[in-house]
Nanobody, 123 residues
Framework: QVQLVESGGGLVQAGGSLRLSCAAS????????MGWFRQGTGKERDFVAA????????YYVDSVKGRFIISRDKSKNTAYLQMNSLKPEDSAVYYC????????????????WGQGTQVTVSS
């Protein structure tokens, strides 16, 4: 079993930055991928970014490329999402996910989810 705990959300003005953390505990396998998804009010939960824990390959949705950076600290089983140049449309609940996935942007492939952290960007 794997437990994921997100932190780092909050309220920020447009153009500002936030750093989200996702701490994983339990049986984390080296071939896992950790991903970030977000869900705005009344919207679907959409892919944001993911990273392969072993090789470190990174994946991003087009709308955040150049603004967000995903990273991981294998020694701490923690993934991070550095969010820069934030826009009001980035406002959502951000969820961390983990699992052995083929498609890092495919929500249903992830077996483990955190409780989410709210990010609000004011204009």
């Amino acid at each position: 079993q794997v437990q994921l705990v997100e932190s780092g959300g909050g309220l920020v003005q447009a153009g500002g930055s936030l750093r989200l953390s996702c701490a994983a505990s339990g049986r984390i396998f080296s071939n896992y991928t950790m991903g970030w998804f977000r869900q705005g009010t009344g919207k679907e939960r959409d892919f944001v970014a993911a990273i392969r824990l072993n090789a470190g390959f990174e994946y991003y949705v087009d709308s955040v490329k150049g603004r967000f950076i995903i990273s991981r600290d294998k020694s701490k089983n923690t993934a991070y999402l550095q969010m820069n140049s934030l826009k009001p449309e980035d406002s959502a609940v951000y969820y961390c996910a983990a699992g052995e996935v083929a498609g890092p942007d495919v929500r249903h492939e992830y077996g483990y989810w955190g409780q989410g952290t709210q990010v609000t960007v004011s204009s």
